[in-house]
């Protein structure tokens, strides 16, 4: 982040706040995996019941058969009893599994899940984005380190000098000594230059030899230091979206809560002014409503601050509604002004 200083280390509340963060977002996955194992067991049940229902009436249509007081039945419908009496256990049985489950997923979605959503501040949001600075400069780092082994082992290379092949030259030479033209001696100097080429590149590798190795071994380990780097950058990476969108659903609590509470003074002060113009209206008729305006709404947000706070009686999902101050309520408003203007007249009776 421009303006920061990389190098300083995340602050240890934040990281704390963070570290919860992870353990929240785990247990909401095993949460959400829990609940889809819940909902897959619940096909098994309904089949099961099902089944078990079937049987049941089956077996109950069998013994309705049979005759109770003929002891030729007798051992049959002990048996048939018996059976039936299992199935209904089973029955009862698969019946308080699915409740338990019920409960389960319940306390599930109901509970544990939305607890798992908690809110990080700008202060986590500036140590998630300064950790990921710290680690793509790891990994710069790592790779610069890297390049300057590989350039080293290029080095150690460029020292080595190449092999040339003068095999062509000295079948030549042979061939005119064959010739005549040339004698025994000129290939003798040809096979020492070969030799003292040979005994140069061998040296410069005895060399460079060590260096090359080192070089590559220190990038083998520092391979292996990039990977994990570089996955612990990623692993930062893919927590982003977690950050902002919990940093977001922070900022929504707050402007939640104050949204709320200016709506239900503004509902207060609404009503208030509803119901002095009813009595204003016994002094100017005109009164102070200027019907030209659009009656005033205020729609809630699917937040948990908003839970039962829509008007069950108008369509829209509204925390206050102009059409709610109609009527009775309106006329209460009004006795009410009324209320404390005649309290005003006691006391300067009094």
Do not use: W
Not at 80 to 89: D, G, I, N, V
Not at 292 to 308: D, N, V
């Amino acid at each position: 982040m421009k303006g920061q200083n990389t190098k300083q280390q995340p602050d240890n509340a934040s990281s704390v706040a963070l570290s919860r963060m992870d353990a929240l977002v785990k247990r909401r996955d095993e949460i959400n995996e829990r609940v889809a194992d819940i909902e897959n067991e619940y096909g098994v049940i309904f089949s099961k019941r099902h089944q078990l229902q079937t049987a049941v009436f089956n077996l109950q249509d069998r013994l309705r058969g049979m005759p109770e007081n003929e002891k030729h039945y007798a051992e049959a419908r002990r048996e048939l009893s018996a059976e039936l009496e299992q199935l209904r256990l089973d029955f009862t049985l698969n019946e308080e599994h699915h409740k338990k489950l019920e409960e389960e997923i319940k306390q599930l979605q109901t509970i544990e899940l939305p607890a798992c959503m908690v809110a990080v501040c700008a202060e986590d949001v500036h140590e998630h984005f300064q950790r990921i600075t710290l680690a793509k400069t790891e990994v710069d780092s790592i790779r610069t380190a890297i390049d300057a082994q590989h350039h080293v082992v290029a080095e150690a290379k460029a020292t080595i000098p190449g092999v040339v092949d003068r095999q062509h030259e000295r079948h030549n030479i042979m061939a005119d000594i064959a010739l005549g033209k040339e004698t025994e001696d000129a290939l003798k100097n040809l096979d020492a230059e070969i030799y003292k080429d040979q005994k140069a590149i061998a040296a410069a590798e005895k060399n460079a030899t060590p260096k090359i190795e080192n070089a590559l071994n220190t990038v083998s380990g520092l391979a292996r230091k990039l990977a994990a780097a570089q996955e612990f950058l990623n692993t930062l990476k893919s927590k982003s979206a977690e950050i902002a969108r919990r940093y977001y659903v922070g900022e929504i609590e707050k402007a939640a809560v104050q949204y709320v509470n200016h709506a239900l003074q503004l509902k207060v002060l609404y009503t208030r002014l509803a119901g002095l113009d009813i009595v204003i209206k016994k002094y100017d008729a005109a009164g102070i409503v200027n019907n030209l305006s659009a009656p005033i709404s205020i729609p809630t947000f699917r937040t948990p601050q908003f839970e039962g706070l829509a008007d069950p009686h108008i369509r829209a999902q509204s925390l206050f509604h102009a059409d709610q101050i109609l009527g009775e309520k309106l006329y209460k408003a009004a006795e009410v002004e009324e209320s404390k203007f005649d309290a005003i007249l006691k006391g300067y009776a009094c």
